[in-house]
């Protein structure tokens, strides 16, 4: 898979959700999708490109994009931590565009990191 | 040109990551970068430890300006103000 046919096919099923690509496309979400399909290929499982994968599916269950931080992230800030998805009021500018602050615990990271 | 000592934390995979080092890149400060991600191991594992000592969140870029000045993320005016 390239990152143009991951790009469709998420684009169809998250977009009626409410989860709207980035539109920087050259600058941000092609780059995305492609480290994305980086880490599937380096972990055998699509973690966020901007987190440090365990490389194990349990460990990182909730950094395997849409991440478990999306949710909650593009409500507050209208854009997920990596800034692959966001909402349609960020893409046409009307709210800041902020950095998002990791919200995964520390005692997941901790975990998944440093853990046996 | 900066002569401060400046090491970034980043991932290969991380955007935010790959535009604080082109922004670094464009202001020609000199600096030392660490990709975690592709160090496997014990060494991972202790480069994990030194970021956290200066960020808790362990995130990514972790920009560290002379040993004590620390910019979570990609953050031009944080970037500009320690190093302009």
């Known amino acids: ?116 | 040109m900066s002569q401060k000592k400046v090491k970034v934390y980043a991932l290969s995979t991380c955007i935010h990551c790959k535009h604080a080092k082109k922004y670094l890149d464009d202001m020609g400060v000199a600096y030392e970068c660490v990709h975690v991600d592709e160090l496997t191991g014990d060494e991972r594992k202790a480069m994990v430890e030194e970021v956290r000592r200066f960020n808790p969140a362990t995130s990514f870029p972790t920009v560290v300006i002379d040993d004590n000045c620390v910019v979570i993320g990609f953050k031009k005016d944080e970037l500009d103000k320690y190093l302009g």
């Not at chain 1, 599937?40 to 395997?64: N, Q, T």
């Not at chain 1, 849409?66 to 990596?82: I, L, N």
Request: charged share 30%; proline share 6%; glycine share 8%.
């Open chain 1, 1 to 116: 898979m390239d990152a143009k046919t991951l790009y469709e096919a998420l684009r169809k099923m998250q977009e009626p959700k409410g989860y709207f690509f980035n539109k920087d496309l050259d600058g941000m979400t092609m780059p995305l999708l492609e480290n994305l399909l980086v880490n599937k290929a380096r972990y055998g499982h699509m973690v966020c490109p901007c987190r440090l994968g365990a490389g194990s599916f349990e460990k990182d269950r909730d950094i395997v994009c849409p991440c478990a931080y999306r949710e909650a992230d593009v409500a507050e800030y209208g854009s997920c931590f990596c800034g692959l998805y966001v909402t349609q009021a960020w893409n046409e500018g009307t709210i800041p565009q902020r950095t998002v602050p990791e919200r995964r615990p520390e005692e997941k990271l901790l975990a998944a990191l440093l853990g046996d």
